[in-house]
């Protein structure tokens, strides 16, 4: 049947019908949104490169979640800007560190609120990379103990989701073998599966205070290449114990995201990073496009390439859009 009898066109004449018609949901819940936690109080420390997005003490941190909550979204996940650096990323794994201090905060003001913290050494380690050195190569065996540990005491702390995101092979397993034995064995493992190698995390290494301090991390992300490999990393994390995947960035890697869901049928995570976020509100900001529709946009992508859950720097202020009319 083709024209005049087909007319595509019939289902998108008013809102109400595009309304019945829509394929993809977006809505509040389904966001997490980062937060990046710092010691000290009454601290707010916006970042530049993304606006609206600032480091946070712990009771500020506290009032943003509060906030976040009464809007719906479904979660936060937590990055730590420790007191001090040092080679072995130690405030990572300590039990009073800025992150199982900001959770036992948090967990007591939002008892509802989904509180994912992200395990990783690279914020903690003063040459910035994710694992402890060997020579100027990341030692990924002798990383994984000390991964396990900072797991083990953010579940105790309060975590409801250990999201691992430093690429070392193996850690999925050991950071469910070490739950288990800490009693934590309902404790959720979102792995940061497929995590490429991205110039798209430059706003987020200001945010964190990251950056490695010589060369880069292509010696344990992916290579923007590749989608087979990250079939590949997604099969290894499930059969280690991974409740759910990620696939980061999400904008450059939608095929993949579409890949993991029809492979795999699993939850699946997407990290709408903080270059994603940046160059949206850069464009906005020289009235170069409506950034609000863009966000909508970008976040409706990646649902329909297969995500369930999105982290995104957007879900603060797009949250309220949400609950409104759409035309
Ligand atoms: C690493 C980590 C990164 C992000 C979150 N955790 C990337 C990196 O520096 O390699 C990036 C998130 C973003 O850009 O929004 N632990």
């Known amino acids: 049947m083709t024209y005049p009898k087909t007319r595509l066109r019939r289902l998108r004449a008013t809102p109400a019908l595009r309304a019945l018609s829509r394929e993809?949901?977006?809505?509040?819940?389904?966001?997490?949104?980062?937060?990046?936690?710092?010691?000290?109080e009454n601290v707010r420390r916006p970042v530049a490169s993304m606006p609206g997005q600032a480091?946070?003490?712990?009771?500020?941190?506290?009032?943003?979640?509060?906030?976040?909550?009464?809007?719906?979204?479904?979660?936060v996940i937590l990055f730590g800007l420790p007191a001090t650096k040092d080679p072995e990323g130690r405030e990572a794994y300590d039990?009073?560190?800025?992150?199982p201090k900001a959770l036992r905060a948090l967990k007591r003001a939002t008892p509802d609120l989904l509180l994912w913290?992200?395990?990783?050494?690279?914020?903690?380690?003063?040459?910035?990379?994710?694992g402890i050195l060997n020579g100027d190569r990341v030692d990924n065996d002798r990383t994984l103990p000390l991964l396990a540990r900072a797991a083990v005491a953010?579940?105790?702390?309060?975590?409801?989701?250990?999201?691992?995101?430093?690429?070392?092979?193996?850690?999925v397993?050991?950071?469910?073998?070490?739950?288990?034995?800490a009693g934590q064995a309902e404790t959720p493992i979102v792995a940061y599966s497929a995590k490429y190698?991205?110039?798209f995390y430059g706003p987020f290494r200001e945010?964190?205070?990251?950056?490695?301090?010589?060369?880069?991390?292509?010696?344990?992300?992916?290579?923007?290449?590749?989608s087979d490999e990250a079939l590949r990393e997604v099969a290894l994390d499930l059969e280690e114990g991974a409740d759910m995947v990620m696939v980061k960035p999400a904008l450059p890697y939608l095929d993949v995201i579409r890949r993991v869901k029809d492979r795999f049928g699993v939850p699946v995570a997407a990290y709408n990073v903080s270059g994603e976020f940046a160059m949206i509100h850069a464009a906005a900001r020289n009235g170069w496009l409506d950034g609000e529709r863009a966000a909508l946009e970008t976040l409706t992508s990646i649902r329909r390439a297969g995500a369930d859950v999105i982290l995104t720097y957007f879900a603060k202020e797009i949250a309220p859009v949400l609950g409104r009319e759409r035309e």
Do not use: W
């Open 55 to 75: 480091q946070l003490s712990v009771d500020e941190a506290t009032r943003e979640a509060e906030a976040l909550a009464k809007a719906g979204v479904g979660g």
């Open 24 to 40: 993809t949901s977006l809505s509040a819940a389904d966001l997490v949104q980062p937060l990046f936690v710092c010691h000290g």
């Open 207 to 226: 945010a964190a205070e990251s950056a490695p301090k010589f060369g880069n991390r292509r010696g344990y992300q992916m290579d923007p290449a590749n």
């Open 95 to 99: 039990e009073n560190g800025i992150i």
């Open 173 to 181: 397993g050991v950071i469910r073998r070490a739950l288990d034995d």
């Open 117 to 130: 913290a992200d395990v990783c050494l690279c914020e903690y380690t003063d040459h910035g990379h994710c």
């Open 197 to 199: 190698a991205s110039a």
């Open 154 to 171: 953010y579940a105790a702390a309060g975590a409801d989701m250990i999201a691992p995101s430093d690429m070392m092979d193996g850690r």
